[in-house]
C-alpha cells in the first residue's frame, strides 16, 4: 500500500491500481475521427438511394412518358461519364508512353473518335446554359429537338432507331449526286482501261447491282490523281461526300477537303486496327456501328450480313494506300447503295 501526502490530506491508493491508471494515463490517444463520418456518409447516401428510388417508382407510375425521358436522361449521363473517364485514360497513356493516334487499339481508337463528336455535338448546348435561368430553356430545346441537340447517348432505343433512319435516309439522297460527279468526271482520265472500268463501275451500281470487291480494286489507280483524288474534287463533289460522312457542307473548298481527308484517314486507320483485332472479336453492336459510320444502313440487316459487308470493306480498305483513300470514300456508296437489294434477291 502507497502513501502519499497532498496538503493536510492523506491519499492512500493501491499500487496495483496505480500502475493501471499510469499506464492507462500514458497510452497514446488515437483522436480519429473517420469512422463516424463514414457511417453518417453512408447512411446519407442510403437514404439518397431509397428516396431516388421512391421518386422513380413515382414518375413511373403517375408519369410513365417522362420516366421514359428521365430514365433515358440519367442512363446516358452515367454512360457520358464512364466515356469521359475512358477517354481521359487514353490520353494520359497517349502521353506517358508516347503513343500515337493510329497506334491504338481499335476500341479506343473509336472510342477517342466518337468522344469528339459527341463533345463537338455538345457544345452549343453547354454554351446556351452558360447564363443564369438558360437552363430552363435548354430542357425545352432538348425535348423539341433532340435528334439535333441531343448526342446519342441521350435517345431513347425508339429515337435511335428513328434517328439512324433519318440520318442514313440524307446520307442516300446524294447517292445519285455522287453516281453523276464520277461519271463526268471520267472523260478526264486518261488511260482508256480505266475509263471503261470507272464507268461500267458506276452503271452498275446505278443500275441496282452490287459491284465486287474486285471490280472497285481495279480502279484504284484512278483515285491517286486527277480527276478522283481527294486534292482533286471540285466543290460539290465534296459538299456530297461531306453529307455521306455526316459532315456539313456549307464550309468552305479548302476546310471541306481538309475535314474529308481527317476523317477517311481516321476510318483508314481503324479499319488497319480491326483488322489486327479481327471482326470476330466485335459484339453485335460494334459490328452494326462500324457498319454503319462506313456507310451502310445496318439497323436492318442481320447481324451475319453485317459482319460479311464488314469483312468486304476491309478486304478493300486494305488494299488501298493514303494516296488512294478518295476511293474509300467513294465506295461508302458504291459498296453500300445496293447490298440490301442484292440480298433479297
Partial sequence: MALYRTGSCRLHVDGGRLRKCLVMLYQPCHLSTSQKPQS??????????????????????????????????????????????????????????????????????????????????????????IPPFANYLVFVLMYLFPRQLL????????????????????????????????????PCVTEQTLRDQIQHLVRQVQE???????????????????????????????????????????????????????????????DAALLQCGVKELSDEEVKRACYIRGLNSPHLSIEDCRKWLFCWLQLSARLKESEASLLLHSMVLLSANYLQSLEK
Fill in 208 to 270: 441496282g447491282i452490287h459491284p465486287k470487291v474486285t471490280n472497285i480494286q481495279e480502279v484504284r489507280a484512278a483515285f491517286s490523281g486527277p480527276p478522283f483524288s481527294l486534292n482533286s474534287l471540285d466543290i460539290q463533289q465534296m459538299r456530297a461526300l461531306s453529307r455521306i460522312m455526316f459532315l456539313t457542307p456549307h464550309l468552305p473548298a479548302f476546310f471541306l477537303q481538309r475535314r474529308l481527308r481527317s476523317h477517311i484517314f481516321e476510318i483508314h486507320h481503324l
Fill in 151 to 186: 448526342i446519342r447517348h441521350f435517345w431513347t432505343p425508339r429515337q435511335q432507331e428513328e434517328f439512324l433512319e433519318i440520318y442514313h435516309n440524307k446520307r442516300k439522297d446524294v447517292y445519285e449526286d455522287v453516281l453523276d460527279s464520277m461519271l463526268k468526271s471520267v
Fill in 40 to 129: 453518417v456518409l453512408s447512411l446519407i447516401a442510403a437514404k439518397a438511394k431509397l428516396l431516388n428510388a421512391r421518386y422513380e417508382h413515382f414518375l413511373e407510375t403517375k408519369f410513365p412518358n417522362f420516366y421514359v425521358l428521365y430514365s433515358t436522361f440519367m442512363k446516358g449521363l452515367r454512360m457520358l461519364l464512364i466515356d469521359g473517364k475512358e477517354v481521359h485514360r487514353i490520353r494520359r497513356k497517349m502521353r506517358s508512353q508516347g503513343i500515337q493516334y493510329h497506334e491504338l487499339s481499335y476500341r479506343e481508337m473509336e472510342r477517342l473518335r466518337q468522344f469528339r463528336r459527341d463533345i463537338i455535338k455538345a457544345t452549343p448546348v453547354m454554351i446556351i446554359s
